[in-house]
Structures are given as C-alpha cells and as structure tokens.
C-alpha cells in the first residue's frame, strides 16, 4: 500500500476535527496518512467529546483559527492534495472555502460529515446549504454516505439503482461542478455486498464498485478513512477511478482489522496494513 520511503513525501491537508475516542476525524485521516506513504497536515475545526457510543459535546472553534491553520501550512509545507471532514459550522464553512480560493487547494475532497456513527449531529442545521454553495462546486471530488446524499439531495434513496441517479443530481446541482461524486453504500446492503457509485461528470458515466459487506460493529471512522486514503492517493498522483478503488479497498481492509473496543461502534484501523508486515516478519 505504501511507496517507498523518500524524504519528499506529497502532503496532504486534513481540515477536520478531534474525536478524543481516536477513532474518526483528525485522528484517522493522519493514521491513514501515515499508512499510505504521504505527509499528514491538519487544521482542526472542533474538538469533540465523544467515545464509541455517543458525541457528548461540541466545541468548535473560530473561523480565524481554521483560517490561520491552514494558512500556516500552505505558506511553508504546501500540498498535493486535502479533505475536509467536520466542519460543525456555517461560519467554518464559508472560512474554509475562501481558504481554497486563497491558496487554490488543489485535489480536494469534500466529505460532508452530519452526522456521527453513534448517531451524534455534527453540523449545525443551517450550515447544508453553506456545502450546497460553497465547498461542495469547488472539490475535485464529494463523497457523502447514503444518509448524506439524501440530505443535500432532500430525498429518501432506498436501493443501491437509486445512487447512479443521485450522484448525477449532485454533481449537476451548481453552476461550477465537482469532477466527481462518490456515494460510499454501505447503509444499503443488498446480497451481501456493499456498492460504492461513482459519478465522472466529463465522462457522464456511472461506475459501481463492489464490496462484500463486513459483518462487523467496528465501523467508526469509515468514512474519514475512505476520503482520507482518496486524498492520498490522488495526492500520489492516482487517477480518480483509480484513486476511488484503490480507497475503497483500503478502507474494507480498515474495517476488517477494526478494533474491537468500547461498547458501541469500534473503531476502523487504518494500521491494518502495518501489522499485517509485522505479522509477517
């Protein structure tokens, strides 16, 4: 999974925040970082309360903050590639993408987390739209989970036929579109299987990428750790299909090793491959 070791690695940015379970945001986009070969850099967002079975609290933190964090790293370390996670607020919304625009964030992908696995709401209800008008017309790729898309999109999806359509929707809502929408399945299981769509707008054609469903509770942090390994990939210089399946396989692999701790949703490992190596050697 990893390339070789150089001293240069590309640097990818993830602009998110603290889950002080360890198990998603901040702390499982930087693990996967570090698992898939690239420099990790953040701008934390908000800091959360939070363990396997529930978000407890919320504190995000001022606009100026996440503004000054990613300007910090832009003017020293740069980067190939970033992801957006938990964002919490409008205010931060509207922060972060006028960082894009500054420093013209290059291979950007959006994931707009809502809400958490154990069921926690991570967004402010009036910050969707602030992702429907900003960040989301101006990344390279979105990837929202099926509950996501339905919010953005304002309707029930019910099968897996129904994603194609929906990543098409999303990708033509806005005036400057995303060159891709990813909507990860894995909350509509069919025959064992969960299918991950993707949506090319230059191409117009819909691709489905399947996976065998893991029958696991070890799930938390799935979807920061697919966008984390998407961002890093394409920052490797991947291109997009390639990017998106190879992030997905990682990810079922994460899952797969998940940790079997606490007493709600376990978290996913992004180290699945490290001990695989040193159960080898």
């Known amino acids: 999974m990893r390339k070789p070791h150089t001293k240069r690695p590309p640097t990818v940015l993830t602009i998110a925040g603290v889950d002080s379970g360890g198990g998603a945001g901040i702390a499982a986009d930087l693990k996967t970082f570090a698992a898939l070969g690239v420099h990790g850099a953040c701008a934390v967002t908000a800091v959360t309360a939070q363990n396997t079975v529930a978000v407890e ?162 799930t938390h942090g799935s979807g920061c750790v697919f966008s984390a390994a998407l961002a890093a990939y394409l920052a490797r210089g991947d291109t997009l299909l390639a990017a998106v399946s190879a992030a997905k396989e990682f990810t079922t692999q994460a899952i797969r090793g998940g940790l079997e701790i606490g007493r709600g949703h376990g978290p996913v490992n992004p180290l699945w491959s490290l001990l695989q190596e040193e159960g080898e050697s």
């Open 57 to 218: 609290e919320i504190y995000p933190l001022p606009p100026e903050a996440v503004t000054a964090q990613i300007a910090a790293v832009m003017s020293d370390l740069g980067c190939q590639a970033a992801k957006t996670g938990m964002l919490a607020t409008e205010a931060v919304i509207e922060a972060v993408y006028l960082a894009v625009i500054q420093h013209r964030l290059k291979n950007l992908v959006v994931d707009p987390v809502m809400v958490a696995s154990s069921g926690g709401i991570l967004l402010e209800p009036q910050a969707k739209e602030a992702y429907r008008k900003t960040l989301i017309p101006v990344a390279r790729v979105v990837t929202p989970n099926v509950p996501e898309a339905e919010a953005l999109l304002e309707r029930r999806l019910r099968r897996v036929e129904d994603l194609g359509p929906a990543a098409r929707d999303l990708a033509h809502q806005w005036d400057v579109h995303p060159e891709a929408v990813v909507i990860t399945g894995g909350h509509l299981l069919e025959k064992g299987e969960a299918v991950d769509v993707v949506y090319e707008r230059r191409s117009d054609r819909v691709h489905y990428l399947l996976g065998s469903a893991l029958d696991t509770r070890a």
